[in-house]
């Protein structure tokens, strides 16, 4: 059973607010002041309720003084009169987790004291859960969770496998994903940036040289394919190799043998993972790759989705790359506001886990004490925040249809649309959506 503490000085709300909460299966320790934070961490509540005669704007930058200060991350649900978008922005600026229009029913507000309480234990499961400075895919989304089953299935194989993806979602990533499952983990898996290695260069970069194959050859050099022997060769922006690269390729998968400069063929055995964020049917199409190459490679296919098609995700990431800065730098931020994460999971991250790694790091070199703020963020991102639109009428229709299907539960809708309840909130006050009459059950009237 989770313990609240309910902060309300008024004893006839506090009073209704008690009831509802217990009736729903929550302990309740009622407390009159309005020092919500520190008193739930003294009476060990999971966490506080800060009752609608405390949501005034005075109050609630006090609230945010307190959340700044607790060495503690003390979840606060805020209840506030009527739908006030602009008290819901001084409560985000705060760090405040989700704040309910007040009155509502007891089902509205056990809902929110239940996604409040979820989150929190969400994010403590993924601080614990993720050791940092280990390169791992990172996730919980439907989206990545088939993707690391499909990984793991072929990683017992000694199938071909190309992995597409935009730039920045983790190719490589997957790539140690597989190594590290299949039956090669205890030899090396060798990276290729076949990008950058120049045709003059090629074979010997690849395939090694014997001594005094060419001026300068001093003494006999392997090559990366030979490195890999036994283990796995990862070829990363194949979709950029020229066509004379493509045909050396080529020859080696066919005939699983390879041919130093200036010297004899060998046998060597490789398993073979290829990356590209280009799209290889195309290039085929075009020309620009070898139909053979493709066809050999083209086995045991992965595509990797973008970071905005699994923005569940960013959460988990973020945690684990705080880890990882705090350790590399000797910091202790342990949480964004609530502001900034809006902001955060408003933008669309195109350069997807990359582009957040980089921008968490730069988040917390901004940082002062143990909270990141929107002051902090990427210009990109605040940028993005601040050209959002207006109201339209189709987001207001998306907005309506998410409420009407999960029968104006704002807790499901919010789940529906991959908002927080705080944004929901946001965004119904933008719109002007305003709930049935049918939903004005009261906890007064409790």
């Known amino acids: 059973m989770s313990t609240i503490l309910l902060a309300e000085p008024n004893p006839a709300v506090r009073v209704g607010l008690d009831r509802a909460l217990r009736s729903q299966g929550f302990c309740v320790v009622p407390a009159g002041g309005d020092e919500a934070v520190r008193e739930a961490r003294e009476?060990?509540?999971?966490?506080?309720?800060?009752?609608?005669?405390?949501?005034?704007?005075?109050?609630?930058?006090?609230?945010?003084?307190?959340?700044?200060?607790?060495?503690?991350?003390?979840?606060?649900?805020?209840?506030?009169?009527?739908?006030?978008?602009?008290l819901a922005a001084a409560a985000l600026k705060a760090g405040v987790s989700e704040y309910l229009p007040y009155p509502c029913s007891p089902f509205e507000l056990a809902g929110a004291a239940r996604h409040c309480l979820?989150?929190?234990?969400?994010?403590?499961?993924?601080t614990r859960c993720v050791p940092p400075g280990k390169p791992q895919m990172i996730?919980?989304?439907?989206?990545?969770?088939?993707?690391?089953?499909?990984?793991?299935?072929?990683?017992?194989?000694?199938?071909?496998?190309?992995?597409?993806?935009e730039t920045g979602t983790g190719k490589e990533l997957a790539a140690e994903f597989v190594h590290r499952h299949g039956g090669r983990k205890h030899r090396g898996m060798v990276t290729v940036n076949c990008a950058a290695i120049p045709d003059t260069l090629l074979e010997s970069e690849l395939f090694g040289y014997e001594r005094g194959a060419f001026t300068g050859a001093q003494t006999s050099r392997e090559g990366k394919w030979k490195e890999a022997d036994g283990g796995t060769i990862f070829l990363d922006e194949i979709g950029?190799?020229?066509?004379?690269?493509?045909?050396?390729?080529?020859?080696?998968?066919?005939s699983k043998e390879i041919q130093r400069l200036g010297g004899a063929g060998m046998a060597v055995d490789v398993r073979i993972i290829a990356a590209t964020n280009q799209d290889l049917e195309s290039l085929v199409r075009e020309g620009k790759f070898r139909k053979d190459l493709y066809f050999r490679l083209n086995v045991a296919r992965v595509h990797l989705p973008a970071l905005r098609e699994r923005n569940e995700d960013i959460t988990p990431i973020v945690s684990f790359y705080l880890q990882e800065y705090n350790?590399?730098?000797?910091?202790?931020?342990?949480?964004?506001?609530?502001?900034?994460?809006?902001?955060?999971?408003?933008?669309?991250?195109?350069?997807?886990?990359?582009?957040?790694?980089?921008?968490?790091?730069?988040?917390?070199?901004?940082?002062?004490?143990?909270?990141?703020?929107?002051?902090?963020l990427p210009p990109a991102v605040v940028e993005r925040w601040a050209e959002e639109p207006g109201a339209t009428a189709s987001e207001r229709k998306r907005l309506i249809s998410a409420l009407t299907s999960t029968n104006w539960n704002r807790s499901r809708a919010a789940d529906k649309l991959r908002w927080s309840r705080v944004t929901l909130y946001r965004k119904m006050a933008k719109c002007e959506v305003t709930p049935p009459v049918r939903e004005l059950a009261q906890v007064s009237q409790y």
Do not use: C
């Not at 979820?118 to 499961?125: D, K, V």
């Not at 950029?240 to 066919?254: E, F, T």
């Open 43 to 86: 009476r060990n509540a999971q966490m506080a309720v800060a009752g609608v005669s405390l949501a005034a704007a005075s109050l609630i930058e006090r609230l945010g003084e307190q959340l700044r200060q607790s060495p503690v991350w003390v979840p606060v649900l805020l209840l506030v009169s009527g739908m006030n978008e602009e």
């Open 118 to 126: 979820e989150r929190h234990y969400r994010w403590n499961r993924s």
């Open 139 to 165: 996730g919980e989304s439907h989206a990545i969770e088939e993707v690391k089953a499909y990984l793991a299935r072929v990683a017992s194989t000694d199938s071909t496998i190309p992995i597409t993806g």
């Open 240 to 254: 950029d190799m020229s066509g004379y690269a493509q045909a050396k390729i080529l020859r080696a998968i066919d």
């Open 327 to 376: 350790a590399r730098f000797g910091r202790a931020v342990t949480r964004l506001t609530e502001e900034a994460w809006e902001q955060v999971m408003s933008y669309d991250w195109p350069g997807n886990i990359r582009e957040l790694k980089n921008a968490i790091e730069s988040m917390l070199i901004h940082s002062h004490g143990g909270e990141i703020g929107s002051e902090d």
